[in-house]
């Protein structure tokens, strides 16, 4: 079994450690999340600005024809897809609460809450986890394509779990109060060194506790270099 916090020490010393960011409301997360879906920070950050100019509140994005919201965040991509789930995901919080707002849900349990998020159309485990992590300060962690591939690498979870299966297999591994550094630290190793496409081994911090590091320095041959001729990306998480 891994020692998260020695992982996490050897990724911090090379990459930084995370600081929180300010606390975003939970609503505009899961909007964004949405918008996020398929495409880069930028665009997503661009579609979430249009959508707000184009419309006063979440409610007049509710009430509005599906054909002006797509309009709204069409620069995100799959925006004829993205509009109507938005709008659905806003009627399903107003139902609930009775206005277009999660911050009741701050009084909730996080099993309760991971549940009700993940009972919104197209929300998956992922988007869920983000919103419970980054806007409610809630020690959830969501596992992105960096995240999964940085733990199946190093035998954390098994690669055939997919995504949507890792959180759960990697959230009991992590101490609460580690989960927001982990998460970062993968992402940014994701990103930096162990990347999908010829991961630098010979840089990592973890390769003498990572199978395909330590045979890279007992030269025997990569455990994942088939995974990755059959292709390594994982599937999108939701
Ligand atoms: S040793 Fe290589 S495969 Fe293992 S975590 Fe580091 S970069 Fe990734």
């Not at 997360?29 to 249009?50: K, M, P, W, Y």
């Not at 299966?165 to 990697?170: S, T």
Request: neutral net charge.
């Amino acid at each position: 079994m891994h020692d998260i916090p020695r992982l996490l020490d050897r990724l911090e010393a090379l990459h930084g450690r995370a600081e929180r960011r300010l606390a975003v409301d939970p609503l505009d997360e899961l909007v964004a999340c949405i918008l996020s879906q398929h495409t880069s920070d930028i665009n997503t950050a661009r579609a979430f600005e249009g959508l707000r100019r184009a419309f006063p509140s979440w409610e007049a994005v509710a009430q509005a024809p599906a054909e002006s919201v797509a309009d709204a965040i069409r620069c995100g991509g799959l925006a004829d897809t993205k509009a109507p789930r938005i709008q659905a995901v806003l009627r399903a919080v107003a139902a609930r609460f009775g206005r277009m707002d999660l911050a009741d849900l701050d009084a909730w349990p996080t099993p309760e809450a991971r549940a009700f998020l993940m009972g919104l159309p197209g929300v998956g485990p992922k988007t869920a986890a983000i919103v419970l992590c980054f806007a409610m300060g809630r020690p959830v962690l969501p596992v992105d394509t960096h995240v999964f591939r940085v733990s199946w690498q190093l035998g954390l979870v098994p690669k055939q779990a997919g995504e949507a299966r890792a959180h759960d297999l990697l959230q009991p591994l992590v101490p609460d109060e580690l989960v927001y550094r982990f998460h970062i630290a993968l992402i940014r190793h994701g990103r930096a060194v162990c990347r999908a496409q010829r991961p630098r081994c010979g840089e990592c911090p973890l390769a003498s506790v990572c199978p395909v590091g330590e045979a890279m320095v007992s030269g025997l041959p990569d455990p994942s270099a088939d995974a990755r001729l059959q292709g390594s990306h994982p599937q999108p998480g939701a």
